[in-house]
């Protein structure tokens, strides 16, 4: 009897040391790929894991035994999940609604997933009369972390005399229903108003100061032209965004003039806090704005994509794609990927997003770097070649792997 007693505890120590020893403590774990990471300042190979929907550790030579999943990252960059901040994903079925509640928008998981994207903000689909159906709709719906823009109009963005209806931008309404979703609403948004009239501009403005929330502006399109200096110097507010910054439309000034030149006042607003974002979208982005603004130092802060169905086909195609440009156009890695993490998790005030910090959500891009011979499209259909281009590899959203392009974190088929 002792002997059978003294076996049984001998045993269940052996079976507790091992468990113990062996004990998997990661669900993934993320070897040898090259972090870069801007708000923890890293940049180089290290190994990351992921327990629990959050960033567990980082740091060199993580042993393989502690995970799950272990994924090969070698050769690849790995940065935090990319957030676009123009996006049009209030996608539905409503007729001549453009892009509020209708066909032009696109379901964000279909588009955002394989990209890298693991956060998008709609940029004004919807206003404060709509963004109910909008959170149920899309928001409530997808694997992706969706934000908002809210539209000062309240009826959104409908396209049309409806954008253009004065007596529908109210500025405590916007303000009130953003209150209601701190952290879902993360902006208000004027788009396409052509009135020779800043009264739309002030409404937004006021919205973003009733609720403490920054105002993107899609600007241009009156006649006679409205100041392009006073909307960036007197007023938006430092924080407030600039959407399209490198596009060349009717009745809007473009940021670099006839001779090639960056103006000055754009140079001096981006220094006083206004956010330049790309918003590259289907007509808004020319190589003959971008290139030179990037050879006199006019970078963008923020990257971003205006998706939708009038963008994803053309020269726009995914925020990778447009990555790729300001890479071949000699912007560095670890500013471009400032601009589509952190920079613009700065610009929407979500700043638990866009870093690998321990204990933050485990949204994670894992981006390949592609050496060739390329071409690049702009908006007017002028093609810029390159040597460069990124591809997305693996996304994973909330401590899940989302998107695997190879496989890189399955096992093999004929493995047990």
């Known amino acids: 009897m002792k002997k059978t007693v003294c076996f049984n505890f001998l045993f269940a120590a052996f079976y507790l040391f091992t468990t113990v020893a062996f004990a998997q403590d990661y669900d993934i774990l993320i070897k040898k790929g090259h972090l870069i990471d801007v708000k923890n300042g890293l940049d180089k190979v290290m190994d990351m894991a992921i327990k629990d929907g959050k960033i567990a550790a980082v740091g060199d030579n993580i042993s393989a035994r502690k995970s799950k999943t272990v994924i090969n990252a070698e050769g690849l960059f790995v940065s935090p999940g990319l957030i676009d901040i123009h996006g049009h994903h209030f996608f539905g079925t409503e007729p001549n609604a453009y892009l509020s509640n209708s066909f032009t928008a696109l379901p964000p998981d279909g588009f955002t997933l394989r990209s890298g994207v693991t956060t998008v903000v709609d940029a004004g689909g919807s206003g404060w009369r709509n963004f109910q159906t909008f959170k149920e ?105 600039f959407t399209h910054a490198y596009a060349h439309v009717q009745r809007r000034t473009p940021v670099v003039n006839a001779n090639g030149k960056v103006e000055e006042f754009a140079l001096a607003a981006q220094k006083r806090g206004i956010v330049f974002d790309v918003g590259h979208g289907g007509g808004s982005f020319l190589f003959e704005q971008a290139i030179p603004s990037m050879q006199q130092g006019f970078k963008p802060n923020t990257i971003s994509t205006d998706l939708h169905t009038g963008s994803m086909n053309g020269g726009m195609k995914d925020i990778v794609n447009v990555m790729s440009k300001f890479l071949n156009m000699e912007m560095p890695m670890n500013e471009l990927i400032a601009t589509v993490t952190l920079n613009a998790a700065q610009a929407i005030k979500r700043t638990d997003l866009g870093h690998l910090s321990e204990g933050a959500v485990a949204d994670v891009t894992l981006l390949n770097l592609k050496e060739g011979d390329f071409g690049f499209i702009d908006t007017r259909g002028k093609r810029m070649k390159g040597t460069k281009k990124l591809e997305c590899e693996l996304t994973i959203r909330d401590g899940k792997v989302v998107y695997d392009l190879n496989g890189i974190s399955k096992s093999e088929w004929n493995e047990n």
């Open 137 to 241: 709709q899309t928001i409530e719906r997808s694997k992706t972390r969706v934000l908002c823009f809210l539209n000062i109009v309240g009826s959104g963005m409908k396209g049309g005399a409806t954008e253009q209806n004065l007596g529908d931008m109210n500025a405590k309404l916007t303000a009130m229903v953003a209150r209601q979703h701190p952290g879902i609403i993360v902006g208000v948004k004027l788009a396409h108003y052509s009135g020779f009239d800043w009264t739309p501009t002030e409404r937004a403005v006021e919205a973003g100061n009733l609720a403490d929330i920054p105002v993107m502006i899609d600007f241009g399109g009156s006649e006679p032209e409205l100041s392009l200096e006073t909307l960036f110097m007197e007023k938006l507010r430092p924080g407030d965004i």
